[in-house]
């Protein structure tokens, strides 16, 4: 099964393709945690990334889809995928359309996931992630066991430098202006779920199982 986590930033596309994708048992590839482990590691292609990410801009398409491509060639997506924050723009979705063609495969369902405004901005400030296994929490919404350490790895969470208001705002910005048409661009061409987030992950989780005819795994 190959599926597209769609939405703006901050609407649960990371927590629910973790959860998709250990109950599909197939690799959970995120664009964002590839740029952050390179930069993690100071490679160049990370060092140029968090030129962009810092300020809330979309790193240029050709690094972009050097890396997922490469990460979706690896033997362990041959039986699928679930993909979280690609393609955000329509040169990337047409890369990644020729290069399933090219395998013979195909986008299963695109799961486009809303939430409004002011709540996507109150997740975000309160979001904190494992820098070292790349899970998510929030202050709130998903406290870790022990506070302020990754339920899996122990590892001390971090905000991540691209989670503050001033660069949420222009994230949301860029969203408008050059991601959101990539949904009409799916509309046409393959399957799109609508689902809208809730406070309760559990509650999104099983929306998403329903409209993707799974039996819940949870
Ligand atoms: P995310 O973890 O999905 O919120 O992404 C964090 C940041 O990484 C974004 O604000 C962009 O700067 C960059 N990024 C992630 N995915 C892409 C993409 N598909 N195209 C361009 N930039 C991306």
Redesign the pocket.
């Known amino acids: 099964m190959i599926l597209i986590m769609f939405g703006a ?1 901050g609407v649960g ?2 927590s629910q393709a973790t959860i998709l994708a250990q109950a599909l048992q197939i690799p959970h590839i ?4 590839i ?2 482990d390179n930069i993690a590691k100071g490679t160049e292609s990370g060092k140029l ?1 968090k030129a ?2 810092d300020k ?6 050709a690094l ?1 889809i050097g890396l ?1 491509m490469d990460r979706i060639r690896n033997e362990d997506c041959r039986k699928g995928f679930i993909v ?6 329509l040169e ?1 979705a047409e890369y990644l359309k020729k290069m399933l063609n090219e395998e013979k495969l195909a986008i299963d369902t695109v799961v486009n996931i809303t939430l409004e405004e002011a709540k996507i901005i109150d997740r975000i400030v309160g979001r904190r992630i494992c820098p070292s296994c790349n899970q998510v929490y929030h202050e709130l919404y998903k406290r870790p066991h022990t506070h302020g350490l990754c339920n899996t790895c122990r590892t001390a969470l971090v905000q991540r430098p ?1 989670d503050v208001e001033a660069t949420i705002v222009r ?1 949301l910005g ?1 969203y408008a202006a050059q991601t959101k048409s990539v949904l009409s661009y799916y509309r046409k061409k393959c399957t799109v779920v609508d689902i809208v987030s809730k406070d309760d992950i559990t509650e999104t989780s099983s929306q998403i199982f329903k409209a993707l005819g799974l039996d819940a795994a949870f």
């Open positions: 930033p596309k990371g995120s664009t964002g945690d740029f952050r990334a962009y990410m809330g801009l979309l790193v240029p398409d972009t997922i979280d924050g690609f393609p955000r723009t990337q691209d994230r860029v």
